[in-house]
């Protein structure tokens, strides 16, 4: 047998370090490709959470302009005193928008707190939403032939609140990047 391992002693030392080079780079392989795998599978989730983010402000941000601008169209047809049945077919809308608002206010509140903050979710609570509610009040008691400084009055109310959405849209968009 000494004499089969001398004879073949080179053929065994390179079989066995074929084997254990084969080992150990198999497992090194394994390894990286799991780290791998990882950062794609984190990659990917981040990317998700993005995605997911742009949609929320989308939404939100859609439905704050198209409620603003109902709110306006409202404004707009007491303040130069349109057709009756034009400022109820507008009053219809807003109401129309108003529901959708209120339908999906919670959920809105929730993913915005989610995607970007408790305090994203406390502005929008109790700064946007807030001016919304008050807004929509002042037009609703506005009367066609009022005084037009209560109009002036509404109308600066109504481009702060521009002003706020904007401001906050820039803030949501900003911390998406």
Not at 38 to 55: F, G, P, S, T
Not at 151 to 165: A, C, Q, R
Request: aromatic share 18%; charged share 30%; glycine share 2%.
């Amino acid at each position: 047998m000494e004499a089969f391992y001398f004879k073949y002693k080179e053929l065994i030392i390179f079989f066995i370090g074929f084997v254990m080079t084969s080992l150990v780079g198999s497992y090194v392989a394994f390894e990286f490709q799991n780290r791998s795998w990882e950062n794609q599978h984190k990659v990917e989730l981040i990317d998700y959470e993005r995605q997911q983010a742009i949609q929320v402000f989308l939404d939100i941000s859609s439905i704050m302009d198209n409620r603003l601008y109902k709110m306006r169209k409202v404004y707009w047809g007491k303040r130069f005193d349109v057709d009756q049945n034009v400022l109820d077919s507008r009053n219809n809308k807003y109401d129309e928008i108003l529901d959708i608002w209120n339908s999906n206010l919670n959920k809105n509140l929730a993913l915005l707190e989610r995607y970007f903050g408790v305090k994203n979710r406390y502005y929008f609570e109790f700064i946007l939403h807030k001016n919304f509610f008050e807004l929509s009040k002042k037009i609703s008691f506005l009367k066609v032939n009022s005084f037009d400084d209560e109009f002036n009055i509404v109308n600066k109310e109504i481009d702060d609140l521009n002003s706020y959405i904007y401001k906050f849209d820039k803030k949501l968009l900003n911390s998406i990047r």
